[in-house]
């Protein structure tokens, strides 16, 4: 039977507090930059759709709102055409029979910060410490969920949320690694 040296939980916390300093925004920056390339046009332009049609079915609160009228002056202005269903949204704005909507709703994006260095964080302690990312039939609570939820002072719950809603491919850690490999270790 191999002998496997378990890392001491102190260091463990201490490498997941250490990856997010308050002054070091280069690391997110990085992070941002190789998950966004990630995620292909496609998917992006899929989403884009389904987030138009669900605002022109008046599923629409003021963010929304702002930003089909920012994509279609951006549109307008570049002297791109416009969808069918661009030009109707556009065409109900300019006739009145679609004003701003007073209720906000949401922001879609108030967490996505916060949940990418989460996700982010935890596969890095993952893959430095070779531990379990999260309990799955795991007994112990010395998990990289366990860690980064400990390092970050926030619930478990929140911190598998995060790693659900953007997990982070192994190639967008290595990427990141790589240009700031000092600072990861």
């Not at 463990?12 to 992070?31: G, N, P, S």
């Not at 791109?80 to 679609?98: C, H, I, M, N, W």
């Not at 996505?112 to 260095?117: C, D, E, K, L």
């Not at 478990?156 to 659900?164: C, M, Q």
Request: with cysteine; hydrophobic share 35%.
């Amino acid at each position: 039977m191999k002998n496997i040296k378990r890392p001491v939980w102190k260091e463990v916390i201490a490498f997941a507090t250490e990856i997010f300093d308050q002054d070091d925004q280069q690391i997110m920056i990085e992070i941002i930059r190789a998950y966004s390339e990630q995620n292909n046009e496609e998917q992006n332009t899929a989403k884009s759709y389904q987030a138009i049609d669900n605002a022109l079915k008046g599923k629409m609160d003021t963010n929304d709102f702002d930003t089909m009228v920012s994509l279609v002056a951006t549109l307008l202005r570049n002297g791109d055409p416009l969808t069918d269903q661009l030009s109707k949204f556009a065409a109900d704005v300019l006739d009145g029979k679609r004003s701003r909507p007073t209720k906000r709703g949401p922001d879609p994006y108030r967490d996505f910060g916060r949940n990418v260095r989460l996700s982010f964080a935890t596969e890095a302690v993952a893959r430095k410490f070779s531990i379990a990312r999260y309990a799955k039939g795991n007994n112990t609570s010395e998990t990289a969920v366990d860690a980064v939820s400990n390092a970050f002072k926030c619930s478990v719950n929140t911190v598998t949320h995060a790693l659900s809603s953007y997990p982070i491919a192994p190639s967008v850690i290595e990427s990141v690694i790589k240009k700031l490999g000092t600072k990861l270790g």
